[in-house]
């Protein structure tokens, strides 16, 4: 199966038993306490982030993969600035489609299963799954880390009734590096209900992804260059540069759909953008969980703060 899996393309894969996930009962108390802030849609489907059977009925195992999506991402002035997971295709569109290829292979290798392919749109906890399947481990900036790889990687589920051989839970951390705190611009990594957490409503990828309307005025100029997402946090982190003893580090992805480029305005036109220009331009693109109005926001955001710097 594993050998499959690389051959379509994904850069690891493991696999873990579909249980309650490790930190189930931490993510339940930090919607319960408004971590989520805004983002509703986090605190449904509980049961379903508790059982993967809820999703999948009878479903025993879960077989994690990831997929790379590194490339450079050089600052221009006066030009948007974008995490660099959103800079290619959509990825839901690239890792649904390989998982899917996975599952039926699968099927058809085990005719009595079934299996559903989770690509962060269904509710489950994938990060959890993918640290028990051997994939990485968590780093204080929240991100899963693989040692040898980094944390420049997509995560994608693929839930099955087959009963399959499971992997070691992957283990690591970040030791007394504090990096990625010190670096985040707004200070939104903070060590609370005894572990590293993002404080979502202070992070510069939820504000500038998910928070409608108004930014608080006092974040705004910590937004600095970042029109959609930030990526400060994995910049910094030791585990992404490369060496040469580790050569898989900071590795720019294979992917084509990845590497694709489209030409963004400046800054200047994208905070005036129009509905339909917003609509070609987003189209196929993760960026387009940003609304219009959100875009045009975040644009004049940076402006503002080049202006000011
Ligand atoms: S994404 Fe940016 S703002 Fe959010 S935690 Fe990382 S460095 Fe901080
Ligand atoms: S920058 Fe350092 S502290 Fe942050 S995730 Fe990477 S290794 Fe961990």
Known sequence: ?????????FDSVGVCAATEPPHYAAYERWIRAGGHSTMEYLARHLPQKRR???????????????LGYNRPNPRIPGRPRIARYALGRDYHK????????????LDELHPESR???????????ERDFAQLAGLGWYGKNTMLIDSKRGSWFFI????TTAELEIDQPATGGCGTCMRCVEACPTGAIAFRDDRWQVIADQCISYLTIEHRGEIDASLQPKIGEWTFGCD??????????PRESQPMRGRVTAVPDFITSREWPDLQAL???????????????????APLGQLRRNAAINLRNSSQS
């Not at 809820?54 to 879960?62: F, Q, R, T």
């Not at 994608?156 to 839930?159: E, F, R, T, V, W």
């Open 94 to 105: 690239v890792m649904r489609g390989k998982l899917r290829k996975l599952g039926r292979w």
């Open 156 to 159: 994608g589920l693929l839930l």
């Open 115 to 125: 299996s559903r392919a989770c690509v962060d749109s269904a509710p489950i906890l």
């Open 271 to 289: 905070a005036q953008i129009e509905p339909d220009r917003w609509d070609r331009l987003t189209a196929g693109s993760a960026v387009r969980r």
């Open 1 to 9: 199966m594993k050998a499959h899996a690389l051959s379509l393309g």
């Open 52 to 66: 993967p059977d809820e999703l999948l009925p009878g479903a025993k195992s879960v077989i994690a993969v990831t």
């Open 232 to 241: 400060v946090c994995q910049e910094v982190c030791p585990f992404n540069q």
